[in-house]
């Protein structure tokens, strides 16, 4: 298996923004890709949020949840995730392009991000590769996945001067050197010295 990277450059996501956001399913894919780089969440426990995961309802008025409850799977534990302003706005647009009649029924069981090819399945792990690849792709970056997202996630908190002990927590790794590995800064670390030295 190919290794992934994160992207490491603003201006690239922007355009992977861009075009993920042009395609047919633009606002979904858009979704898809900003709740994967703004939040420490795998792509394959994003695939399994539902509307009730993200969304409020008090007296038939739809509000978008302030925190994003999730467990992860492979350690079992809770993690609770601040959702950004504009990341709320995002989510409302799209619900209330996708969601019409779940809304009006208050029906807050379906998936956020839904199969085409079932009664109430979730998106595939396969199909969310395709779209986070395809983008890269025509977007011309090498080595993004799926699990690129996670890592621009991390990558970003650590630019932003947060504890590195921090962003470990929030990834559930198991030492700090993980995390400076996965989020690829070691590399960056271990490839500064050696530019300097032209022998």
Known sequence: MNKVEPIQNISDIQALKEI???GEKGKRDLLIFCLGINTPYRLSELRLLKL????DISEKEVTV??????K?????????VIISNNLQEQIMDYVKVTFNEELVATNMNAYLFPSQK???LPLSRQSIWRI???????????HIGSHSLRKTFGFFLYKEGI???????LLNHSSRKETLKYIGICQIEDDNP????DL
Not at 52 to 55: A, F, I, R
């Open 20 to 22: 993920l956001s042009s």
């Open 52 to 55: 009730e995961d993200v969304l």
């Open 65 to 70: 949840k302030q925190q994003l409850i999730m």
């Open 72 to 80: 992860d799977q492979r350690v079992g534990t809770h993690h609770t």
């Open 118 to 120: 079932g009664h109430n």
């Open 132 to 142: 986070i690849h395809s983008a890269a792709e025509k977007g011309g970056l090498k």
């Open 163 to 169: 504890p590195i002990e921090i962003i470990q927590e």
């Open 194 to 197: 050696v530019k300097c030295l």
